[in-house]
C-alpha cells in the first residue's frame, strides 16, 4: 500500500517560515495531482496548494502570495515553502496525492503534520 510520508513541521514565530515535505513510498507509481491541505481546529479541511503532473499549480486564495509549492516527479516528492506565516496558519497540514491503482483513481492522504505559528 502506498504511504505518504511528510516531515517539517513544527512551531515557528509569525513572519517566519517552514519548508514541508511529502515523499510517496512508490517512486513509480503513476500519479496526477500532488499537493497540501490544511485543517485547523473547528474548521473544515481546505486546499492550500496542488500541482498536477505537468506542473499546473492552483493555490487556495489564503496564501498565494506567500506559500510556493514545486514537486519533483522523478521521486515522486512535493514540497511547500511558506513564508510570512501568521498565526491563522496554524492547522494540521496534510498531504494528498491522486494515483492511478491498476484501472482506477484514488485519493491517497498523508498523516498529516502540525504547524504552529505563534509568539
Known amino acids: 500500500q502506498v504511504q505518504l510520508v511528510e516531515s517539517g513541521g513544527g512551531w515557528v514565530q509569525p513572519g517566519g517560515s517552514l519548508r514541508l515535505s511529502c515523499a510517496a513510498s512508490?517512486?513509480?507509481?503513476?500519479?496526477?495531482?500532488m499537493g497540501w491541505y490544511r485543517q485547523a481546529p473547528g474548521k473544515q479541511r481546505e486546499l492550500v496548494a496542488i500541482?498536477?503532473?505537468?506542473?499546473?499549480?492552483n493555490f487556495g486564495d489564503s496564501v498565494k502570495d506567500r506559500f510556493t509549492i514545486s514537486r519533483d516527479n522523478a521521486k515522486n516528492t512535493v514540497y511547500l515553502q511558506m513564508n510570512s506565516l501568521k498565526p491563522e496558519d496554524t492547522a494540521v497540514y496534510y498531504c494528498?496525492?491522486?494515483?492511478?491503482?491498476?484501472?482506477?483513481?484514488?485519493?491517497?492522504w498523508g498523516q498529516g503534520t502540525q504547524v504552529t505559528v505563534s509568539s
Open positions: 494528498k496525492a491522486v494515483m492511478l491503482f491498476g484501472g482506477t483513481i484514488a485519493d491517497v
Open positions: 512508490e517512486t513509480t507509481r503513476t500519479t496526477y495531482d
Open positions: 500541482v498536477n503532473s505537468e506542473g499546473r499549480i
